[in-house]
C-alpha cells in the first residue's frame, strides 16, 4: 500500500473520529440531559485538522524536476553514449525551465558533435547566450559553429566579443 492511499485512509480515519467527537455532546445532551464531555470539541478540532492534512498530503502532485539533476542526468547520458537520451532529456529540461541557459548551451554541445546538426547546435548557443549574455564561453562555443559553417565574419565577431568579456586580447581559433 502506497503513502498517497495510506494518508488518505488516514484522513478518512481522523474525519470520522472528528464527527465523533464534536457530537458528543450533542448527543450527551439529547440522551442524558446535560452538556457532558468536556474537551470533545477541541479533540474533534485536532482530528479535524488532522484529516484536513492528510487529506491534502494524499492529493499532493509529484514535484517537478530539479533543473541540476536533470543536466545532471543528461551529463551522465552523453558520457555513456547516448547522445540522443540527452538531447531529448535536455529538451525536457528546457520546456520545464525556458531560463536554464545552461540546457540549451549543453544541448548545443551535443549537437555540435553531429555533423548535420549545426544549425540545431547554432539556435541552441545564441539562445543561451540571449539568455546570459555575459558569459564567454558561449561566444566562444558559437564562434566555433560559425566557423565550421563557414561564416569567418560572424565567427571573428563571436571571439573578439568573448575576448572583450574575459579581458584578455583577441582570441584565436584553434585547430
Given amino acids: 500500500m502506497g503513502y498517497r ?3 488518505r485512509q ?3 480515519t481522523a474525519f470520522a473520529m472528528a464527527v465523533v467527537f464534536g457530537t458528543l455532546p450533542l448527543a450527551s445532551r439529547i440522551f442524558l440531559g446535560g452538556w457532558g464531555f468536556d474537551g470533545a470539541a477541541e479533540i474533534g478540532c485536532l482530528c479535524l485538522i488532522a484529516a484536513v492534512y492528510f487529506h491534502i498530503v494524499s492529493r499532493r502532485f509529484p514535484a517537478v524536476p530539479d533543473p541540476a539533476t536533470i543536466l545532471e542526468r ?19 529540461g528546457i520546456r520545464l525551465s525556458p531560463q536554464l541557459w545552461q540546457a540549451f548551451q549543453y544541448r548545443g554541445e551535443l549537437y555540435l558533435r553531429e555533423e548535420d546538426q549545426m544549425d540545431a547546435a547554432l539556435q541552441d548557443f545564441s539562445e ?6 555575459r558569459e564567454p ?10 566557423s565550421l559553417l563557414g561564416d569567418e565574419s560572424s565567427s571573428r565577431s ?10 584578455e586580447g583577441p582570441l584565436t581559433v584553434e585547430q
Fill in 158 to 167: 563571436d571571439y573578439a566579443k568573448a575576448a572583450e568579456l574575459t579581458g
Fill in 137 to 146: 564561453h558561449l561566444y566562444v562555443l558559437r564562434a566555433r559553429v560559425y
Fill in 10 to 12: 488516514w484522513s478518512r
Fill in 128 to 133: 543561451a547566450i540571449r539568455l546570459a549574455p
Fill in 74 to 92: 543528461a551529463g551522465e547520458r552523453a558520457s555513456s553514449g547516448r547522445g540522443d537520451r540527452a538531447i531529448a532529456l535536455l529538451t525536457e
Fill in 5 to 7: 492511499s495510506r494518508a
